[in-house]
Structure formats: C-alpha cells, structure tokens
C-alpha cells in the first residue's frame, strides 16, 4: 500500500510502492511465474488424460461413434457409480487384489532368492542363468496352455502365473544391483574386518537396495498385468472377467468402468510403491 509522506517544506509527496506490490492488490508477475513452475510438474501429466477425455466425449456427442460401441462418458460414469454402490465392483476389485497379492509375494520371495543367489554366486549363476533366460523369455500367455492341462483353471491356474510375472524382473534387478556394488565399499568392509553377514547387511544389500526396490516395483505391475489377462480368459470373478462378461451381453460401459478402475488401481499401486521407496531410501543421499 502507498503512503502519503510530508517534506519537510510541506508539500507532499506519493511513496513508492513496497518491493512487490501492485497497483489494486494483485499479484506480482514474479511469483505468478513461480506458482506456475512450481504447479507445472503436476498439471503437464494430466493434460494428454484430459484432451482425449474431451475427443471422447466430442465423439459421443457429435455421434461419430455409434453408443453401442463407445459409450459417452456420461453413461460410463453413471454405470461405475452403480457398480460402486452395488457393491459388485468393490467384491470383484477384492479378488484381484487378494489374487495379485498373493502371487506377487510368492513371486517376488523367489526372486529375491534367485537373485541374490546369481549376484553373489557367479558359478550358481553359469549353472542357472541360460534356463532362466530362456524362462523369462516366453510370456505369460505362452505358459497358459500348458498349465491349464497340469492344473487346470483354478486358483493355482492364476497364482502360478502372476508369480511367473513377478518373479522375473525381481530377480534380474536384485541380480544386477547386487554385482553392481562398487568393490571400494567391499574392500573397505574387508579392511573393517567385517563378517560375511556383516558385509551383506551392512554395505551390499544397502548399496543394492535401489534397484532391488525397483525390480520389486516392476514385479507388482507385471503381476498387475498377469492377473487382468488371466482372468480375460480363465476366470469367473475378478476386474478381468467384467470386462468379458460386459463384452459377451455387448454392455461397453461395463467394459469401460472395469477397464478405468484397472488403470486407477495400477497407477495407484506405481505411486504407492514410489512413495515408499523415497522414504525407504532417504539415507541413500547421505550414506552413497
């Protein structure tokens, strides 16, 4: 705000302004600018979401797609509402979630194994790693014929198959991480007179903590996406199986709701993961 200032031969006189102040009270450009950059990492993500939320719903107005094929948003929200208080969604999102937690843990319990084996041991990695590679490589619907003869389409059907999913970048990131570990903290240890168990949790496991936390992220989307295509095609519950079963009564919003919850519950379990890890991994600034 401006003052009024007498001189000393009386006339008067306007203040200048204080230091980022406007005429009328509003805002400076400098912190306009600010809030902008500071807003910037969190409104950019959602602007390609929100242009193709805006053509859907322009196709559906304009009826450039018939609404037995895409239905408008409109009708989408309104089903996923009914879904939600119905309880139908939150029983079906129960199962996949008790599924891919379950499968996740046995896989990523047996990655962790396998690759803290290969990453300490290098003949139990020339004796082992070929046949996982080759393992790794087939994908999940490669496995899915084959396990159906052997244990047919039950609960093991899927478990089996999330674990494979989970089990393979869990390994590979803990296998990596931990030969990855420079030799001077190693040395050091050595110097220290550390124990083998002393060396291993006190400097390799830390050191390879990151990406080990990063093959555990990646290992829970895998299972994330294992468990939806497995119960596309060999289940009678579960997100998976609304959508097939909205596809075969030709009912889209059905298909539409499953599918968006899908996308919010793996989105959800990344940032979880993510925000874990920062508080898991804080120390790493100080100590690496």
Do not use: C
């Amino acid at each position: 705000m401006s003052q009024t200032l007498r001189l000393p031969d009386g006339a008067l006189a306007q203040a200048a302004p204080a230091p980022g102040a406007t005429a009328g009270g509003a805002l400076p450009g400098g912190l306009l600018r600010r809030a902008g950059r500071a807003l910037r990492p969190w409104l950019l993500p959602w602007a390609v979401p929100l242009l193709l939320l805006l053509l859907w719903w322009v196709a559906a107005r304009q009826g450039w797609i018939a609404p037995q094929v895409l239905p408008s948003p409109e009708d989408v929200g309104t089903t996923l509402v009914e879904l939600v208080r119905s309880g139908e969604m939150a029983d079906n999102l129960w199962i996949s979630a008790q599924r891919v937690l379950f499968g996740f843990g046995v896989g990523a319990m047996a990655g962790l194994l396998l690759g803290v084996g290969m990453g300490l041991s290098p003949r139990f990695k020339d004796y082992v790693y070929p046949l996982f590679k080759a393992f790794s490589q087939v994908p999940v619907l490669g496995w899915l014929p084959l396990l159906m003869l052997l244990v047919g389409i039950d609960e093991a059907l899927k478990i089996i198959l999330i674990s494979k999913a989970a089990l393979v970048p869990v390994a590979l990131n803990t296998a990596k991480g931990i030969e990855n570990v420079p030799n001077r903290y190693v040395e050091v240890a050595r110097v220290f007179g550390f124990t083998r168990w002393q060396l291993l949790s006190r400097v390799v496991f830390p050191a390879a903590a990151a990406p080990i936390w990063n093959g555990i992220r990646y290992g829970l989307t895998h299972a994330w996406l294992a468990l939806v295509v497995v119960e596309l095609l060999a289940s009678s519950e579960g997100l998976g199986f609304m959508i097939v079963y909205g596809r075969q009564l030709f009912q889209l919003d059905v298909v539409m709701a499953a599918v968006i919850v899908v996308g919010v519950v793996g989105f959800a379990l990344d940032k979880l993961l993510a925000l874990v890890e920062l508080r898991l991994l804080r120390w790493r600034r100080v100590g690496f």
